[in-house]
């Protein structure tokens, strides 16, 4: 397997980015231009792994993909039906996608579709959204195990009722209901049972939703999605939060330093866009340039806090390392969904902090870490993770040499990560990676 030595940063000082657009909302404008009828224009979507599995995806049920230029899409909708063509569709280990597109799929039309990816795909639960396809009137069977992909779908005639789903589910399931609702006969209502976690990518759905003409109504614990059609429109994808808190954290990792992100919307409502006042309260200063950008300053080394990371998840792994490196105990808690994401996240984010000297205990729902100052050099084992490594790869610039493995994984959401990482080093040619 294929490795790669990230080496220390000794004189950094300050650097700069641009980063690629949001993922999470780039598969969403996905899967409400596509249900649209018309042509959308989608300024500045991400390119990567993800997004482009879901495109073939959506393309096999009749979908029209055209490139505009390097950073812009024509997408031709199919009026709310999609084409059940008898393709099996390919969705390798991305769950959002999947989650999306099963329920996309679930108002086609014609023979039947199958719908399979990774091994890990395959053992991702997807129960409470299959089950709620179901009541709704889909016609679905799981070829393997109940409960899990791959799964075959048939046409049906979908209804509307009301959905109830518990709240420490993943998120993904609702936004998945969420985004097929306009098109059921009277709307739909999803009732949530408990404390939602991950509120912030179900706030991010309807955001999108809204921008395509379909505002979802709010209550306590209770979404409504009235009956209509997505709008064609021109959608412009922001910078991603997650990818931008790899580089923010810089400054905290090395203890020094200015990190500018030209791209990023200081009042953005991504949810990972909470990551600017976690670093806030360890100390760093955040200052916003207008219309766009943030930067980032920090001096000493990090405050060790506790932090809830329900609406946060994808923040776990930068906010772990920024644990190793802080003065004292840092709580991560709130997150059990994390165990059934490409990997058990918490279990294999704990493994690789111990194989550097990290003292850590590992909690149902999250980690205590305990901060230190040197570590001892590994191979990091990324599980196939493309936040695991991109989240050691920032630790190895104060803890490396470090070996991280499987370094390509990174393409599920930040194709050119390595490259960015790859201009700290041009005032350090001694240590590049």
């Known amino acids: 397997m294929e490795k790669k030595i990230v080496n220390p940063l000794s004189n950094f000082k300050e650097a700069s980015f641009s980063l690629p657009s949001s993922k999470s909302l780039t598969q969403r404008a996905f899967i409400c231009a596509s249900l649209a009828k018309g042509t959308s224009f989608i300024k500045n979507p991400l390119l990567s792994e993800d997004p482009l599995l879901l495109k073939t995806a959506l393309e096999t049920t009749g979908v029209k993909f055209r490139e505009i230029n390097s950073s812009s899409l024509e997408i031709e909708g199919i009026a709310g039906k999609p084409k059940l063509s008898g393709a099996k569709v390919y969705l390798g280990n991305n769950g959002t996608g999947a989650r999306f597109f099963l329920a996309y799929s679930s108002l086609g039309q014609g023979s039947w579709i199958e719908l399979y990816g990774k091994e890990r795909l395959h053992e991702r639960p997807m129960a409470p959204l299959i089950n709620s396809l179901r009541k709704l009137g889909a016609r679905l069977e799981c070829l393997e195990k109940e409960g899990y992909f791959p799964i075959k779908l048939y046409e049906g005639t979908l ?106 919307d200081y009042q953005s409502k991504q949810a990972d866009a909470v990551f600017l006042d976690f670093i806030k309260e360890m100390g760093a200063f955040v200052r916003p340039i207008y219309p766009l950008g943030i930067e980032v300053f920090f001096e000493g080394r990090p405050k060790a806090l506790t932090f809830n990371l329900k609406d946060c998840p994808d923040l776990f792994p930068t906010m772990a390392i920024l644990g190793a490196v802080a003065e004292g105990r840092t709580v991560l808690y709130g997150a059990p969904h994390l165990r059934y994401k490409e990997t058990d996240r918490i279990r294999a984010v704990a493994r690789e902090l111990a194989k550097l000297g990290v003292r850590v205990e590992e909690l149902a729902d999250g980690l205590v870490i305990y901060g230190k100052e040197h570590f001892k050099q590994a191979l990091i084992n990324t599980y196939d993770d493309h936040r695991i490594a991109m989240a050691f790869a920032i630790l190895a610039l104060k803890a490396g040499p470090l070996e991280i493995e499987n370094p390509q994984c990174v393409a599920k959401s930040l194709p050119n990560f390595w490259e960015l990482l790859e201009t700290l080093y041009e005032k350090d040619s001694a240590n590049r990676i």
């Open 159 to 264: 209804t509307s009722a009301e959905i109830s789903l518990p709240g420490y589910i993943s998120s993904q399931f609702i936004s998945a209901l969420l985004l097929l609702g306009c098109y059921l006969p009277s709307g739909l209502k999803i009732e949530i049972e408990g404390e939602l976690l991950s509120k912030s990518y179900v706030e991010m759905t309807c955001e999108v939703m809204e921008k395509f003409g379909i505002k979802i109504e709010q209550r306590e614990r209770q979404y409504f999605v009235p009956r209509g059609k997505f709008s064609a429109i021109s959608y412009e994808v922001p910078a991603d939060a997650s990818s931008a808190s790899y580089f923010v954290a810089i400054p905290l990792v090395l203890g020094k330093g200015r990190v500018t992100i030209q791209n990023f």
